[in-house]
């Protein structure tokens, strides 16, 4: 589940402000209870027990199933990520490209794989002959096994401008076929051939459906990811804000015609779990491949 710090997200910091359903989220993490189990193993009654687990179920923490006549309790959510806003005050001019997560200029994928528009599936799931498919420009969600994609954008640095920085932003998962909350996967990024370095997705999320996925999307599948932001300045590489790696901005020829964007899941990786990319009217950000260049 992927939160932000805002209204929409109350229910569930709500839910959480609570020792006693801090507990039943334990418990259930170990085991599905009905509500007399639960009861006998918190002390409360019946009553107040049901009270709590109606918070964690409005909140999409939990959910119920039926077995016979009991109502049993299952934990829906693995980790819980949450988003603070992000000011960013530079004093530079900058350049902004946003990349659709179709409009890829090379690739080489395996499946499970396949390409998503805001009304139906493109092509054949599964079939990777359907990533070269005109159709592909509208896509809105992709995703393989391994392999990988490469998009190419202009560098729009002009004579006299000094970049200063670089960020690249894209909401991110792992792929597997239907989802699974926990399955990780190492995903690299390189731009302009040179690799940046590697992030492990921690699933494919399914617990909650994504704030943007369109509603043909069936609840089973990947609905959002994480939304990843690679800073690349003079003195190293940064992801989210901490230490990435030690790749500069020397790295890089500032005058060449294009950027190359490569996400990838090597035959190699520890962590082969696939990936996922969300674009605009899909998962919970509502953006595509964003690339801003900061220059003096």
Known sequence: MELDISEASLKVYAALDSSVRLKI??????????????ASKLGLSSTIVNMHLTKLAE???ISFEKKGNQKISKLKVDNINITFPKSIYPAFEMHETSIP??????????PSCGLAGNKDFIGKVDNPKYFMDPA????????????????????????GERLEMLDLSVELGSEFPFSNNVWPSDITFSLNGVEIGTWT?????????????PAWVPDNVNQY??????????????LDGQPFTDVSLDAFNQNAE?????????NEAQHKGGCTIFGKGFGNHDQDINLKLYYS
Request: hydrophobic residues 35%; without cysteine.
């Open 101 to 110: 997560v179709g409009h890829y200029t090379r690739y080489t994928v395996q």
């Open 225 to 238: 990811g994480l939304l990843k932001t690679i800073r690349i300045t003079d003195h190293g590489t940064y």
């Open 59 to 61: 909140a999409h923490i």
């Open 25 to 38: 989220i334990q418990l259930l993490s170990e085991e599905r209870l009905n509500v007399r189990e639960l």
């Open 258 to 266: 294009t950027w190359k964007i490569k996400f990838a899941v090597k």
């Open 201 to 213: 997705s921690p699933g494919d999320f399914s617990d909650t459906r994504g704030k943007y996925t």
């Open 136 to 159: 592909r420009m509208n896509a809105g969600m992709i995703w393989f096994s391994g392999g990988f994609v490469e998009y190419q954008t202009p560098n729009f640095l002009a004579d």
